[in-house]
């Protein structure tokens, strides 16, 4: 009787924390936020190690935010076993008409406000809340995920 009810608290638990989230449990895309992911038409450059990936930006409040502190020159980190480069940010970008939480694309730029990081995501991690979209980057998952730890990147707008 107690194995019946700790099986069926693990498997409701289970069921909760994929609650609302923006994948499939095979970590396909399922639409997030496709609002906030139509093209502004500006485009930027992160220059790090002699190479340079061009971004589109999104157009939204977050997006246009960090557009307007150009150019920025950030460390690029990984964060932990996930798979994304992280660039912590001085202030907070703003999240006006910011969505909950976002699924990234894979490759994708995006920033999370809980961490106050713009992130580049080179692999399935999931919905979380606090994620808003700000570009697509012209780079492959790999490319990404190469960035050593520690580079320098300048981003500056290129248009």
């Known amino acids: 009787m107690k194995k019946n009810i700790l099986s069926a608290l693990v498997a409701l638990f289970l069921c909760l924390s994929f609650a609302g989230c923006g994948n499939d449990l095979e970590g396909r895309d399922v639409a997030v936020n496709e609002d906030l992911r139509i093209l502004n038409g500006h485009k930027i450059a992160m220059n790090v190690n002699g190479r340079r990936f061009v971004v589109s930006l999104y157009d939204n409040p977050t997006a246009d935010d960090l557009l307007s502190r150009l150019p920025l020159t950030l460390t690029a980190n990984n964060y932990g076993n996930w798979m994304e480069k992280i660039m912590p940010l001085a202030e907070p970008l703003s999240m006006l008409g910011a969505p909950e939480g976002d699924n990234p694309k894979i490759p994708e730029v995006g920033y999370y406000r809980p961490g106050n990081w713009i992130a580049l995501y080179y692999g399935f991690i999931g919905y979380w ?15 990404i995920r190469d960035i050593p730890a520690g580079s320098s990147v300048t981003i500056e707008l290129i248009d």
Request: hydrophobic content about 25%.
């Open 129 to 143: 809340e606090g994620k808003v979209p700000l570009g697509q980057i012209d780079a492959s998952p790999d490319e």
